[in-house]
Each structure stands twice: as structure tokens, then as C-alpha cells.
């Protein structure tokens, strides 16, 4: 089990998804709490490290009240990770993910899905015009803070460019999570904000 990465210490895990594991750990530099997503093994040794660290650079410049920042990212061992600030919810315990949410209640009001929807669609247009499609919209991945949604794993996002596919990973793989993905999404050879759109719309009505 990992103990630590770089000068981060990892203290406990909080999720685990078809991405990777997520863990809450400490800074030691910064001295403070963070959340930190160690991508899954086998995909991690698909990814084009340059490309990698292209992405996450942009990534880190995303600021919207609708998206969980990416503070840092490294490698460690063959281990690919990057970090988030630690969102807390109600009892500073980690705020609760919209998957959560939805197994413990039968559905959504209304309102409340309403305005996660807006959350989301919000955070999203503003990735997109910065040219970033998320790659795995789904409600384990939106954030309930509060009174706000928040998108994650942006680490996880591309960066669309006039040229080339737009993979982050090598042929054969494709990042996302097939119940929640557009129909174009397993066949595209890019990612496209049509896609993370109608991925977000189907993440934020299940079951409301």
C-alpha cells in the first residue's frame, strides 16, 4: 500500500473508482490537508507522460467555483497522480459525491437537481472555453460542497487541439466510465465538449 508520495503523506483513502484511487493525505510542505487521485496502474502505463504534463499544466489554471482545482501533479515509481484540495461537506468530513447521494435517497428534488445540473453546466462551459473536455463525467466524480457542485478530476481532462486525435493514452484506450458516456464517446477519436455535455446531463438526471 502507498504510504506517501513525494512530500505528500498519505493518510487514508476516500474513494476508489475506474480511474484510480482517491486518498486524503497531508502536505507536509504547505502543512495542510489535501485529496490526491493515484490513477489506476494499467492505465497509468498508457499514458504519454509529456502529454501528461501538458495537460495538467492547463488544467491547473482552470478557477471556477464549479470545479475542484488541480494544485500539483507527479509521478512516483510508476505511480501517476495528481492533487486536489481536500472538499470538505457537512461535519468536515469529505463532502459527500453526487453518486453518494443518489444511494441513499430515492430521488432528487426538483430544485436540488436543477441547480446541480446548472453547477455543472456552468463548470463545464467554462472548461470548454478554455479548451478542455472532461473525460469522465459521472456523479462519482461532481462533489457536493455545501450549497455547490463541483466537477473533478479535471487532472484527468484534454486539452483539444487543431491537430492531432486528442488522446491522452495510447490506441485502445478510452478513459471514462461506458455507462455514463456519450454514444459517440467509445468510437471518437477525440473527446468533444458535445460529448462531456450530453455525459453531464445523463450524470446529473439519474434519478431525479
Do not use: W
Amino acid at each position: 500500500m502507498l504510504r506517501s508520495l513525494l512530500h505528500y503523506e498519505l493518510m487514508e483513502p476516500i474513494a476508489e473508482g475506474g480511474m484510480g484511487a482517491v486518498y486524503r493525505a497531508r502536505d507536509t510542505k504547505l502543512n495542510r490537508d489535501v485529496a490526491i487521485k493515484v490513477i489506476r496502474e494499467d492505465l497509468a502505463a498508457s499514458v504519454n507522460r509529456e502529454r501528461f504534463k501538458r495537460e495538467i499544466q492547463i488544467a491547473i489554471h482552470l478557477s471556477h467555483p464549479s470545479i475542484v482545482p488541480v494544485y500539483d501533479a507527479g509521478e512516483v515509481d510508476g505511480n501517476l497522480f495528481f492533487v486536489m484540495p481536500l472538499v470538505l461537506g457537512s461535519a468536515g468530513r469529505s463532502a459527500e459525491t453526487l453518486s453518494a447521494r443518489l444511494s441513499r435517497v430515492e430521488r432528487l428534488e426538483v430544485d436540488e437537481a436543477t441547480r446541480i445540473t446548472a453547477d455543472i453546466a456552468s463548470g463545464l462551459a467554462h472548461a470548454h472555453a478554455k479548451g478542455i473536455v472532461h473525460r469522465d463525467i459521472k456523479p462519482g466524480n461532481i462533489l457536493l460542497a455545501g450549497d455547490r457542485a463541483m466537477v473533478a478530476d479535471f487532472g484527468l481532462a484534454v486539452a483539444l487541439e487543431a491537430e492531432g486525435d486528442g488522446r491522452i493514452t495510447k490506441s485502445g484506450v478510452v478513459p471514462g466510465t461506458p455507462l455514463y458516456m456519450s454514444p459517440s464517446r467509445p468510437l471518437a477519436s477525440a473527446p468533444s465538449t458535445r460529448a462531456a455535455t450530453s455525459t453531464a446531463s445523463h450524470a446529473s438526471h439519474t434519478r431525479c
